[in-house]
């Protein structure tokens, strides 16, 4: 039978449960023609690029498929048909992967790595405060005379 893999996005409303009940029904279609959902990997609620129907957030679960494609005609009609589906899409596949997706992947990357002290901030636009970098001649800026920092115009 053909390999298939087809990611769909839920409306963020939904809970997790609620999304896992909609591949659910999904592995319901195909285990009735004799297929079966050989890898399923929630990636859970993301912000969207765009707003889909008023959404600016979405649930998003990948399924890998082994089914007939009548089979993958009626899950695409059923997901089609579901209010809570903002989109999917099936692909045609030569082998499914049984390791993590790359948005698996990424995410335990992120976690792994240290968010500890990162060293000194450099010194951009509005880092260095005065423009020491430029020579500032202002006279607020400008050093002043010894005899005139105490006080008396120099007079002892």
Request: aromatic share 6%.
């Amino acid at each position: 039978m053909p390999l298939y893999e087809t990611v769909l996005i839920a409306r963020n409303e939904l809970t997790q449960a609620q999304v896992e009940a909609v591949a659910d029904q999904v592995a319901g279609i195909i285990a009735e023609t004799g297929g079966e959902v050989r890898k399923r990997e929630y990636w859970g609620l993301r912000g969207l690029a765009y707003k889909i129907k008023k959404n600016r957030k979405a649930h998003y679960m990948l399924l890998g498929l082994d089914c007939t494609p009548v089979a993958e005609k009626e899950v695409t009609r059923q997901l089609g048909l579901n209010e809570d589906v903002l989109r999917h899409m099936t692909l045609r596949i030569e082998a499914i992967d049984d390791a993590p997706s790359a948005i698996l992947a990424k995410r335990g990357d992120d976690r792994e790595r240290d968010r500890g002290f990162r060293g000194p901030r450099p010194a951009g636009r509005f880092g260095s405060g005065r423009g020491r970098e430029r020579g500032d001649d202002r006279e607020e800026f400008r050093a002043r005379p010894r005899d005139d920092l105490d006080g008396n115009g120099g007079e002892e």
